[in-house]
C-alpha cells in the first residue's frame, strides 16, 4: 500500500510569490491534514480537510489556504511569500480524520525555502 | 491553550542504554497522547497511541505511559540501538475542542553512540 506523498519536495520562492503544494494521502483515506514544521515553532496545525470540506483551521494568516479534490487529493496555497514561511510542509492523511482514535500518516514533506 | 514540552531537547547515549524520554502537557482534557519518530527528510512514523483511559502502551522495545492527572508522559527505550537515533515527537488531541487536530511537543533529538 503506497503511503502519503508530496510533492514537490523541494522548493525555493523569493518573497512576494506565491507556492502550491500538493499531498496524495493513502487510497481510501478522505482526511488530509496539513502542518508547518519550523525550527522555533515546531509542529503547527495549519487545516484540515474531508471529502473536499475544511473542516479546522490552525491560526494561520489568510495567506495560507488549501483544497481538497474529489479524489481526496489536495493541495496548499501559499500567496505573498515572507520569509518566514520557509518551513517543512507536512501532510498527514487518515480514514475520519478523528485524530482522538484514527491514526493519522504523514507524508516525508516539501521543503520551502523563502529567499 | 494546551501547550506540548519535552524534555530533554537532545540527549546523546551509547548503545545499548536504556533511556526515558519525558513530555508534558498543561490541559489533562485530552483524547489521547500519541508518540512519533521522525527522521531526517522523512516525514513522523505513529509509534504508540495512548487513550486518556488508558497508562501505557508497549510494542517492542519502546513502552510509553501516561499520567492524565500530572500532564506528563513518558517514553521508555530498552536497549538503544544507533538506528533509534532520530527526533521524537509526542502530540496530544485534545478532547475540549477540535478532534481534528494534534498538538505537538517540539522533540527530542536523540543519538545513539554504537
Known amino acids: 500500500k503506497a503511503g502519503v506523498t508530496q510533492t514537490p519536495r523541494y522548493l525555493i520562492k523569493t518573497r512576494g510569490q506565491q507556492v502550491t503544494l500538493s499531498c496524495s494521502p493513502i487510497?481510501?483515506?478522505?482526511?488530509v491534514s496539513w502542518y508547518q514544521q519550523t525550527p522555533g515553532q515546531g509542529l503547527q496545525f495549519l487545516f484540515e480537510y474531508f471529502s473536499e470540506t475544511q473542516r479546522n483551521k490552525g491560526n494561520f494568516p489568510g495567506r495560507f489556504s488549501g483544497r481538497q479534490f474529489s479524489n481526496s487529493r489536495s493541495e496548499m496555497n501559499v500567496s505573498t511569500l515572507e520569509l518566514g514561511d520557509s518551513a517543512l510542509y507536512l501532510c498527514a492523511s487518515s480514514r475520519s480524520g478523528d485524530a482522538s482514535t484514527d491514526t493519522q500518516y504523514f507524508g516525508p514533506g516539501t521543503r520551502l525555502t523563502v529567499l | 491553550k494546551q501547550e506540548v514540552t519535552q524534555i530533554p531537547a537532545a540527549l546523546s547515549v551509547p548503545e545499548g542504554e536504556n533511556l526515558v524520554l519525558n513530555c508534558s502537557f498543561t490541559d489533562s482534557a485530552i483524547y489521547n497522547l500519541q508518540w512519533f519518530r521522525q527522521d531526517p527528510g522523512k516525514g513522523l512514523t505513529s509509534l504508540l497511541l495512548?487513550?486518556?483511559?488508558?497508562r501505557e502502551q508497549t510494542s517492542g522495545r519502546l513502552n510509553a505511559s501516561l499520567d492524565k492527572s500530572s500532564g506528563r508522559s513518558t517514553l521508555y527505550i530498552a536497549a538503544s540501538q544507533p538506528g533509534d537515533s532520530a527526533t521524537y515527537l509526542c502530540?496530544?488531541?485534545?478532547?475540549?475542542?477540535?478532534?481534528?487536530?494534534?498538538?505537538f511537543g517540539k522533540g527530542t533529538l536523540l543519538t545513539v553512540n554504537p
Open positions: 495512548i487513550q486518556s483511559s488508558q
Open positions: 487510497s481510501g483515506h478522505r482526511s
Open positions: 502530540a496530544v488531541v485534545n478532547s475540549g475542542g477540535s478532534n481534528y487536530k494534534l498538538t
